[in-house]
């Protein structure tokens, strides 16, 4: 389980994190919110019985607008997004795959500055506190 020792948010579409081995990347919250685990998400099934089929991301307000992240013990985080979306646990293991295999290029991250605003904010997460 390998956890960040750092993540924020350089622009308001865009999370970044780093870990102690060296490896930062920077990923779109559309990404980021489209790996969402939870089952509403990913649908719910047990053996062969299927509870509930996946549900598509809709682009709605407030869909990929992230409010928080809070760490869930020391295996997990939970993202909090503006519409209300909360019920999705990322392992810190499943956290990093995501940041592996969604990495913008520094080009990638000005197409999409270019494409959603230029917005300077930079807002860092204090979930890190609470990780040892």
Same mark, same amino acid.
């Given at each position: 389980m ?8 350089? $622009?308001p579409? #865009?999370l970044?994190a780093?870990w102690s081995d =060296?490896? +930062?990347a920077t990923? +779109?919250?559309?990404? !980021?919110?489209k790996?969402?685990p939870?089952?509403?998400c990913? &649908?719910?099934?047990? =053996?062969? /019985?299927?509870?509930?089929?996946p %549900?598509? /991301?809709?682009?709605?307000? &407030? ?6 992240? %809070?760490? /869930?013990?020391?295996y997990a985080i939970?993202?909090?997004?503006k519409? =209300?979306?909360?019920t999705g646990?990322y392992s810190?293991? #499943? !956290?990093r795959k995501i !940041?592996?295999?969604?990495n #913008?290029?520094q080009d &990638?991250?000005? %197409?999409i +500055?270019k $494409? #959603? &605003?230029n917005?300077k904010?930079?807002i +860092?997460?204090k979930?890190?506190n609470?990780?040892k």
């Open positions: 390998t956890k960040p020792i750092q993540i924020n948010r350089p $622009k579409f #865009l970044s780093k =060296g490896f +930062s990923i +779109s919250l559309e990404e !980021f919110r790996a969402c939870c089952a509403e990913t &649908g719910e099934r047990i =053996g062969e /019985v299927i509870y509930s089929r %549900k598509p /991301v809709k682009f709605e307000p &407030g869909a990929f607008e992230l409010t928080d992240l %809070k760490a /869930v013990g020391n939970c993202a909090f997004w519409n =209300g979306h909360d646990l810190w293991d #499943l !956290f !940041f592996e295999e969604n #913008l290029s &990638g991250q000005e %197409k +500055s $494409k #959603l &605003g917005d904010r930079n +860092s997460f979930i890190l609470s990780i």
